[in-house]
């Protein structure tokens, strides 16, 4: 399969590789990691979340998986609404995990959620062990986009469903020179101010411009091993969702 632009794209200027830099940059930014999302977003990524949760009703999962889960937000709302009979969240960043134990913990979860230490592009589950696999937010971070893909098809069993929400650019000329400015000017100023990393929101909006959009990310996943594939997006084209039948 082809490489990816997004693959090289790396949060510092260092010999280290994607994975290692990655994880470095979420084990900095946690602690501050929720509030800059809702602050990033303006408070639009709950409800991104909730129709990516909300899609999987009908398949009614009882084992799901939450890859890149950070702080565990996905993977707390989608036992929330669904009701499965067990989440797991796998993120190389213990960082973020320590913030989601936490939250997990706080809500009496922790029997029902657990986080873990993983990798995305080598999971360490057997075939078919989920019913349902999710992430938020987490596939431009992959060091290989198909590699990631793959595997979460891989542990998916004949039938099962991929939920992917991921951070886009809007199509729409007007939307886009918004967008841009928000990003690369905006943004930059929140995370002086409650970041202390803050060529992580350098990172963010690189990420997302070399990340696979549209069209191009669904015949990805269907060479990942994805045979129905479904795109949406959300508010004027800034979040895009994958929907991706097994």
């Known amino acids: 399969m082809a490489d990816y ?9 260092e010999s280290k590789g994607k994975k290692e830099q990655v994880e470095q940059m ?13 602050l990033m977003s303006l408070g639009n990524d709950k409800a991104w979340r909730r129709e990516a949760i909300d899609s999987l009703k ?28 067990s989440v797991v969240g796998i993120d190389i960043s213990e960082g973020m995990l320590n913030v989601g134990r936490k939250k997990i913990a706080d809500m009496g979860l922790d029997g029902v959620i ?38 979460m ?14 951070l886009s650019e809007p199509s729409n000329w007007f939307f886009k020179l918004g967008y841009k400015f928000y990003t690369k000017v905006v ?20 990420s997302i411009e070399a990340f696979p959009q549209g069209e191009e990310m669904k015949a990805l996943l269907k060479d990942c091993g994805f045979s129905d594939v479904k795109v949406r997006t959300f508010t004027f084209g800034t979040c895009s969702f994958y929907y991706a039948k097994k």
């Open 26 to 38: 979420f084990d900095a930014i946690a602690d501050n990691y929720d509030p800059m999302n809702r």
């Open 187 to 206: 943004i930059p100023v929140f995370a002086k101010l409650l970041s202390k990393d803050t060529q992580a929101y350098v990172y963010l909006p690189q």
């Open 5 to 13: 632009k997004c693959e090289n794209v790396k949060p510092y200027d």
């Open 58 to 85: 009908g398949v009614a999962p009882k084992r799901i998986l939450d890859v890149a889960t950070g702080t565990g937000d996905l993977a707390i709302m989608a036992n929330e609404r669904l009701r499965p009979d």
């Open 114 to 151: 657990e986080l873990r230490v993983g990798d995305s592009t080598a999971l360490e589950f057997a075939d078919g062990s989920f019913d349902a696999v999710t992430v938020a937010f987490g596939v431009r971070n992959f060091e290989s986009l198909a590699k990631g893909l793959s595997e």
């Open 153 to 166: 098809c891989r542990v998916l069993r004949p039938g099962g469903v991929a939920a992917i929400l991921e």
